[in-house]
């Protein structure tokens, strides 16, 4: 069954500008990772956040999580044509369960 | 880390034909996974190949429709049977490294159109 569910479905920014995404899932978890599409190919992990973490950066990009409202945001600063992709939320609830994958934002970048 | 080479990227079948999409990691890895994703969607596990057992298939997905196999703990084959317009997807292939985080590595996909 779907775990998370990000929105927006679909984002469309000036470069330039900050990307927000969020990420709500239903049940606990032992961390959540981001993960990058471009034009449909193989999926990309850019982060990883674990349950007893609130916010973490990699370069342009900052997650948090709250566990206590379920809910993660993704934000990519100075945005660039470049991040123009679909960006998935994945829940790990540890022991054997699965990697399950939201629905994913798209993101477009207006040069 | 786990690289995964993933062939064909692309095809263009025709209807009733079958296509065989083969995964290579270049580590041994005990689980692999397969994912459809359809245009716009997310993506949706079809079956975890475990090497030396059969293929576990997720609801509404059958052996007979997508066979798959293991020989060996670095490759796997996963093959869409009797082809129709509506098998037009993405298809990946994926390990899981497992740690103290799971983290999952994906082959660049297949995208296959029916015709």
């Known amino acids: 069954s779907q775990q998370g569910e990000e929105d927006p479905q679909a984002l469309s920014i000036q470069e330039g500008e900050n990307a927000t995404m969020n990420c709500s899932y239903k049940t606990s978890i032992n961390n959540l990772q981001w993960y990058r599409q471009n034009s449909g190919r193989g999926l990309v992990h850019l982060i990883l956040i674990r349950s007893n973490e609130r916010e973490k950066h990699s370069g342009r990009l900052r997650v948090t999580l709250d566990t206590s409202k379920k809910s993660s945001s993704l934000l990519i600063t100075a945005s660039r044509a470049a991040d123009t992709a679909s960006y998935f939320c994945?829940?790990?609830?540890?022991?054997?369960?699965?990697?399950?994958f939201g629905k994913g934002t798209r993101l477009h970048i207006l040069p | 880390s786990a690289v995964i080479s993933q062939k064909p990227s692309r095809d263009i079948c025709q209807r009733g034909t079958s296509l065989t999409i083969q995964c290579q990691v270049d580590?041994?890895?005990?689980?692999m996974f397969w994912y459809r994703q359809q245009p716009g969607q997310s993506l949706t596990l079809i079956a975890t190949?475990?090497?030396?057992?059969?293929?576990?298939?997720e609801s509404g997905f059958v052996i007979d429709k997508f066979p798959i196999s293991r020989p060996n703990l670095t490759f796997s084959t996963l093959t869409v049977s009797n082809m129709s317009p509506e098998d037009s997807s993405i298809y990946l292939c994926?390990?899981?490294?497992?740690?103290?985080?799971?983290?999952?590595?994906f082959g660049q996909g297949t995208r296959l159109t029916v015709v």
């Open positions: 994926s390990v899981e490294v497992k740690g103290m985080n799971t983290e999952a590595f």
């Open positions: 994945a829940t790990d609830a540890g022991r054997d369960d699965k990697i399950i």
């Open positions: 190949a475990n090497q030396g057992s059969e293929a576990t298939y």
């Open positions: 580590s041994q890895v005990t689980m």
